[in-house]
């Protein structure tokens, strides 16, 4: 098979599997999140900026997973804190040209890339941001907030606080269903959701806490 072939199955199968986390892509998105890959293989062997290996290994635990916050988001504004090499915020913003979002990581290397590789995929809704959260106090909070493998429950939520506002939703990406992080949520946060997620042929745990913000602290 030639290489143009495999690529157009790869792009086929992705288009599908992300049909079943009710995702639509076209082959253009599908085209771009390969672009992602291509880029994450290229610049991964130097800079060591994940340690999954494998082109399919990536497509399910960076492209898929990383789509299987999209149904959840909420407004327009979405920030996604210790994104790392740009997961989720990467595909996501591919899927969702009409929001804007902004990438956060204290990882010099990873802003980096996560900055080439929004302008190799023409993404102009993707802005990355080299800080530490906790550090940022931007004018308007963020409506939704995305953060996988990033701290505990209770964790987050405090160093997501000065980006955050009334009616931010914090979509917190987990492995097996955290009981002890979910009853250590304090006002003025609420649980409004926690969803098991079959991400296609992840084979792996995976829930999606979804947290409220009831007013935003000083």
Do not use: C
């Amino acid at each position: 098979m030639s290489d143009d072939a495999a690529r157009r199955l790869e792009r086929a199968a992705l288009i599908e599997q992300a049909r079943l986390l009710n995702v639509s892509l076209g082959d253009s998105e599908a085209q771009r999140l390969a672009l992602l890959l291509d880029e994450l293989e290229r610049w991964g062997a130097a800079y060591n900026l994940t340690s999954i290996r494998g082109r399919q290994a990536m497509i399910t635990h960076h492209l898929l997973d990383s789509l299987s916050l999209h149904e959840h988001l909420h407004g327009s504004r979405i920030a996604d804190v210790g994104t790392g090499a740009g997961f989720p915020g990467l595909p996501l913003a591919v899927a969702n040209p009409d929001r804007q979002f902004t990438l956060i990581d204290s990882a010099g290397k990873k802003v980096r890339f996560v900055a080439h590789a929004a302008r190799a995929l023409g993404l102009g809704n993707v802005e990355a941001v080299h800080s530490r959260t906790e550090d940022l106090n931007p004018r308007e909070s963020f409506d939704t907030v995305t953060a996988r493998a990033f701290a505990s429950l209770p964790d987050l939520l405090e160093s997501v606080r000065t980006i955050s506002g009334a009616g931010t939703r914090v979509l917190a990406m987990k492995g097996r269903y955290p009981s002890t992080e979910l009853s250590a949520v304090r006002p003025p946060w609420r649980v409004l959701e926690t969803r098991p997620v079959e991400v296609p042929g992840l084979g792996e745990a995976r829930h999606v806490i979804i947290v409220e913000s009831g007013s935003r602290e000083s």
